[in-house]
C-alpha cells in the first residue's frame, strides 16, 4: 500500500491520493495556528474518518449477508484528546445511524464484528491506548 502527497501551496496544504484509486484526491490542511487555511480536512479528522469508514464497510458486508434491508446509514464519530503534544486521541465513539427495514439485535452484533474483530484501523488505535465505544440507532 502507498499513498502520495502533494503540497498545493505555500501554507500547509495537501493534496494525498493513494494507489487504489490514483485520480480520487482528498485535500488535508492544518489548523490557523500552524497556517492553515481552510483548505481540507486535518490529518486527526482523517483518523476518525477512517475508523468509521472501516468499521462501516464491513458492517454493511455482514449485513447484507444476513439479507438485511439498509436504506440508509450515516456515522457520527467523535473523540476525545490529550491535553499534551502530541495531543492524541483519548477516547472515540462511533455512532452508526441506520434506516431501513433491520433487526436491531443482527445490526448489534454486526456492528460489534465489524468495530471490534475485522476493523484493521480500530485494532491499531486500540492497541495504542485509546478507548474505543459504539452505538446504534436504527430509524
Not at 25 to 42: M, Q, T, Y
Not at 46 to 55: D, E, P, T, Y
Amino acid at each position: 500500500m502507498k499513498v502520495e502527497l502533494q503540497r498545493k501551496n505555500q501554507a500547509v496544504h495537501f493534496e494525498g491520493k493513494g494507489s487504489s484509486a490514483a485520480n480520487i484526491k482528498i485535500n488535508i490542511d492544518g489548523s490557523p495556528e500552524i497556517g492553515g487555511e481552510g483548505l481540507g480536512v486535518r490529518p486527526m479528522e482523517l483518523v476518525l474518518m477512517a475508523l468509521g469508514s472501516c468499521s462501516s464497510l464491513d458492517l454493511l458486508a455482514i449485513l447484507k449477508k444476513q439479507r438485511q434491508q439498509v436504506d440508509d446509514v450515516k456515522m457520527e464519530v467523535s473523540a476525545t484528546r490529550a491535553d499534551a503534544i502530541p495531543a492524541v486521541f483519548k477516547t472515540i465513539h462511533i455512532t452508526f445511524k441506520f434506516k431501513g427495514d433491520l433487526d436491531r439485535q443482527k445490526v448489534e452484533k454486526a456492528a460489534e464484528l465489524a468495530v471490534k474483530k475485522y476493523c484493521s484501523v480500530h485494532d491499531m488505535l486500540a492497541a495504542g491506548g485509546v478507548e474505543i465505544t459504539y452505538s446504534v440507532e436504527i430509524e
